[in-house]
């Protein structure tokens, strides 16, 4: 469907995890075309997304642009560049994941006004898009239509990702189009909240630290005392993330080797 003039949102199949959470795939619609990220490359998938472009009626599809290369984001990419011919485009840390048309660096611009914002974090790579006369921006997992993002070491980074956050708050965004969930209509107040949320995490793992939780699994059970078994491993990853951070940062130090490593305030 039509979300705003001349951007649509492509259903990209459900996937049995994630559910209503979905990866979203978006079509810009102008002189050319282009998609943001390519969802799943089943057959499904795929035939809803090959469809809804040939809709349009004359239209060429002149670019996969790819936020991150994770599966649920790029898994359809050749299939579509085979059917449409449209180049494939990702940030060079990420071209190693798929054979890539053109790679790009942070302020390239697509001459279809589409503006590259490198937003490492989530994974080193991981790029957002910008439509600055619409105020529209593709966000891919760096802010997410509902729930937090992922930050898995060793390709997750949350300094990065806080400092990409920060760095977001410099663009006039109208509205936030995210790799999941719905579209985002107050992008300032949601790049706060996300921002304000991992600095708390952060002061939990610190006070876990000072009560003498010493180690990845305590300091999991003490932040999230009723969390299901199935989110176990992502809580892990955060938690690691932030002790990560807080050490390259001289605030805690470590014996041991990452979630298996006791830590201890400096």
Request: proline share 5%.
């Amino acid at each position: 469907m039509e979300i705003a003039p001349g951007v649509h949102s492509i259903p990209a199949g459900i996937d049995a995890y994630m559910g209503f959470f979905a990866p979203k795939v978006y079509l810009v619609v102008g002189r050319e075309g282009a998609l943001i990220d390519s969802g799943y490359g089943d057959e499904g998938s795929f035939n809803s997304r090959i469809d809804y472009v040939k809709g349009f009626a004359g239209l060429r599809l002149a670019y996969i642009v790819i936020t991150h290369a994770h599966h649920d984001h790029i898994g359809g990419a050749a299939r579509l560049k085979e059917e449409t011919g449209a180049q494939i485009i990702l940030h060079s840390a990420e071209r190693a994941a798929i054979l890539a048309d053109r790679v790009v660096e942070d302020g390239d611009t697509l001459d279809i006004g589409l503006q590259v914002i490198h937003t490492p974090g989530h994974s080193p790579g991981h790029i957002c898009i910008y439509m600055k006369e619409e105020g529209i921006l593709f966000s891919g997992d760096q802010v997410l239509g509902m729930s937090t993002t992922a930050i898995r070491p060793p390709a997750g980074d949350m300094a990065q990702y806080i400092d990409s956050l920060r760095k977001l708050r410099n663009y006039d965004i109208g509205m936030i189009c995210p790799g999941h969930g719905p579209p985002i209509r107050e992008p300032k107040r949601k790049l706060e909240e996300l921002i304000q949320h991992r600095l708390e995490r952060e002061e939990q793992v610190i006070t876990g630290l000072r009560q003498g939780k010493a180690t990845v699994k305590e300091l999991v059970a003490e932040i999230y005392p009723e969390l299901g078994r199935h989110l176990y491993e992502a809580a892990k990853g955060q938690v690691l993330a932030h002790l990560i951070k807080l050490e390259r940062e001289g605030k805690v130090s470590s014996l041991g080797c990452e979630e298996d490593a006791c830590y201890t305030i400096i």
